[in-house]
């Protein structure tokens, strides 16, 4: 066992007895944690807080749950570790357990997940000089400040430009299979600009076939940067990323992903499908700790928000300023020094359903894989269900908050009627472009796009 880990004996193996012992009713129902002692991996962001909050407010102290946080460098070398054991679980990419789980870009792992861990949270960042010369194009409000959101016909003319004097237009992208590289491939599209296709069939995993905006992977923390330095004119990532930039003046966030795709999952929490036959009782005992996590960051309209961004800029999680967390983290959002906006539900942790995995969420991502080539060839409706219903795991989360009503620490009018929900949100017609989109007709959403392979197309 690595030396860093703590394990349960002596005086913890007490400690835990008698905190099993003193579980209420519906989490005794559980049974005690298989294996108590746990590394969780994250990545330095804002919305890997249910995480800190869990262990900070000790509901996984509660759960019998002993818990190290380890923040990991990229999305990449995260996965790869819970993977091989390395991690019991992690925050992760709402896109990522699918994509590992079908081989999208070679990179194949046996991943699901049953928590949901926040909507929205991200925006789209530009340089100061793409921002000035994008501004003429923006609509303006009676005041005289931008009307938001800002759609990628705004970039069109500044990408043309420098295509016609020779030079590519770069931004940047947290990781190929995350929910920031389809968000602003749709953006992109949605304003007329080809974002480049995958080629997996001739060996490209690039992503740049025929782009007007070639996209390149760059850990989050280093977005600003590497912006900054000039390698990127734009990014797509995480708080307090973007507001990073507005804090030093280098960038403009033009859009957030709420107002792309309104109450989009983000991130989710990972483990491998062995680790959760191994472990069913401390996976459940995890997503208890993590639901009551959550359900504490959305209190009373966002009242633990202020402690909660006092939390997170401990070095040991996200280690930005206080004042740039809280720029998303409190209810608003800053797009240019001054421009402040309420934007309540920039970051969701519980309301709206929130922790729920749905499967149109997971079938929403394999459209966007199949749309710009990471799928290279068409499969059938049918296909999409089955892997929604491999990765994505409804009953297990169910099982958690039913305990949690069970023992009185939630209401059952904090979650969905588990009765009557099918792992399905209604159809959803409030995209940016308008596009209405239904998880249970994948292919016809696929075909319904200009931009993007559609039918028997391949890349």
């Given at each position: 066992?690595?030396g860093?880990r703590?394990?349960?004996s002596?005086?913890?193996?007490?400690?835990l007895a008698?905190?099993v012992?003193a579980?209420?009713?519906?989490?005794?129902?559980?049974g005690?944690?298989?294996?108590?002692?746990?590394k969780?991996g994250?990545?330095k962001?804002?919305?890997?807080?249910?995480?800190?909050i869990?262990?900070?407010?000790?509901f996984?102290?509660?759960?019998?749950?002993?818990?190290d946080l380890?923040?990991q460098?990229?999305?990449r070398?995260?996965?790869n570790?819970?993977?091989?054991?390395?991690?019991?679980?992690?925050?992760m990419?709402?896109?990522?357990?699918?994509?590992?789980?079908?081989?999208?870009?070679g990179?194949?792992?046996d991943?699901?997940t049953?928590f949901?861990?926040d909507?929205?949270?991200?925006?789209?960042t530009?340089?100061n000089d793409?921002?000035?010369?994008m501004r003429?194009?923006?609509?303006?409000r009676?005041d005289?400040?931008?009307?938001?959101?800002?759609?990628?016909?705004?970039?069109a003319?500044?990408v043309?430009?420098?295509?016609?004097?020779g030079?590519?237009?770069?931004?940047?992208m947290?990781y190929p299979?995350s929910t920031h590289n389809?968000?602003?491939?749709?953006?992109?599209a949605?304003?007329?600009l080809?974002?480049?296709?995958?080629?997996?069939?001739?060996?490209?995993?690039s992503?740049?076939?025929?782009?007007?905006?070639r996209?390149?992977?760059?850990p989050?923390p280093?977005m600003p940067?590497t912006?900054?330095?000039g390698t990127?004119?734009g990014y797509?990532?995480?708080?307090?990323?973007n507001?990073q930039?507005?804090?030093?003046?280098?960038g403009?966030?033009?859009?957030?992903?709420h107002d792309?795709w309104?109450h989009?999952?983000?991130?989710?929490?990972?483990?491998?499908?062995?680790?959760?036959?191994?472990?069913?009782n401390?996976?459940?005992?995890?997503?208890r700790?993590?639901?009551?996590a959550?359900?504490?960051l959305d209190?009373?309209g966002?009242?633990n928000?202020?402690?909660?961004?006092?939390i997170?800029?401990?070095?040991?999680?996200?280690?930005?300023?206080?004042?740039?967390?809280?720029n998303s983290?409190?209810g608003?959002?800053e797009?240019?020094?001054?421009d402040?906006?309420?934007e309540p539900?920039f970051?969701?942790?519980?309301r709206?359903n929130?922790?729920y995995?749905?499967?149109?969420d997971a079938?929403?991502?394999?459209?966007q894989?199949?749309?710009?080539?990471?799928i290279?060839?068409?499969?059938?409706?049918?296909?999409y269900m089955?892997?929604?219903?491999?990765?994505?795991?409804?009953?297990?989360y169910?099982?958690a908050?039913r305990?949690l009503v069970?023992?009185?620490?939630?209401?059952?009018?904090?979650f969905?009627?588990?009765?009557d929900?099918?792992g399905f949100?209604?159809v959803?017609?409030?995209?940016?472009?308008?596009r209405a989109?239904n998880?249970?007709?994948?292919?016809?959403?696929?075909?319904?796009?200009?931009i993007?392979?559609?039918?028997?197309?391949t890349p």
């Amino acid at each position: 066992m690595n030396g860093n880990r703590r394990t349960v004996s002596g005086i913890g193996a007490l400690l835990l007895a008698g905190l099993v012992s003193a579980l209420p009713a519906g989490a005794e129902e559980i049974g005690p944690a298989e294996k108590p002692d746990l590394k969780l991996g994250f990545i330095k962001l804002t919305d890997m807080a249910p995480l800190a909050i869990a262990k900070e407010k000790h509901f996984f102290f509660d759960e019998g749950l002993f818990v190290d946080l380890e923040a990991q460098s990229n999305w990449r070398v995260l996965q790869n570790r819970v993977a091989r054991g390395a991690l019991d679980g992690a925050h992760m990419l709402a896109g990522q357990p699918i994509g590992a789980s079908i081989g999208v870009g070679g990179n194949s792992s046996d991943i699901v997940t049953a928590f949901s861990m926040d909507l929205n949270g991200n925006a789209i960042t530009v340089s100061n000089d793409v921002w000035e010369a994008m501004r003429p194009h923006v609509p303006k409000r009676e005041d005289g400040k931008p009307a938001h959101p800002i759609s990628a016909e705004a970039l069109a003319p500044v990408v043309e430009s420098s295509l016609d004097e020779g030079e590519s237009f770069d931004m940047g992208m947290v990781y190929p299979l995350s929910t920031h590289n389809y968000e602003i491939r749709y953006w992109l599209a949605a304003g007329g600009l080809h974002p480049g296709f995958y080629e997996p069939l001739e060996g490209d995993n690039s992503g740049r076939s025929g782009a007007d905006v070639r996209l390149s992977v760059t850990p989050p923390p280093q977005m600003p940067s590497t912006m900054e330095a000039g390698t990127i004119q734009g990014y797509c990532v995480g708080e307090p990323w973007n507001q990073q930039a507005v804090a030093k003046g280098i960038g403009v966030p033009v859009v957030t992903n709420h107002d792309i795709w309104p109450h989009n999952p983000e991130k989710v929490f990972g483990v491998t499908r062995e680790w959760a036959e191994e472990n069913p009782n401390t996976h459940l005992r995890v997503l208890r700790a993590l639901i009551r996590a959550a359900h504490w960051l959305d209190a009373n309209g966002n009242a633990n928000r202020e402690e909660a961004v006092e939390i997170l800029s401990d070095s040991r999680y996200v280690g930005a300023d206080e004042e740039v967390i809280a720029n998303s983290m409190t209810g608003t959002f800053e797009y240019e020094p001054g421009d402040v906006r309420e934007e309540p539900d920039f970051n969701v942790f519980f309301r709206h359903n929130a922790n729920y995995p749905y499967y149109s969420d997971a079938i929403w991502f394999m459209t966007q894989m199949r749309r710009w080539g990471q799928i290279s060839e068409r499969k059938p409706d049918d296909w999409y269900m089955k892997k929604a219903r491999e990765v994505y795991k409804p009953a297990i989360y169910e099982k958690a908050a039913r305990s949690l009503v069970a023992d009185g620490t939630l209401e059952a009018s904090d979650f969905p009627d588990f009765d009557d929900i099918d792992g399905f949100k209604p159809v959803q017609d409030d995209f940016i472009d308008g596009r209405a989109y239904n998880g249970r007709e994948p292919n016809a959403y696929i075909n319904s796009f200009d931009i993007g392979l559609s039918g028997d197309e391949t890349p």
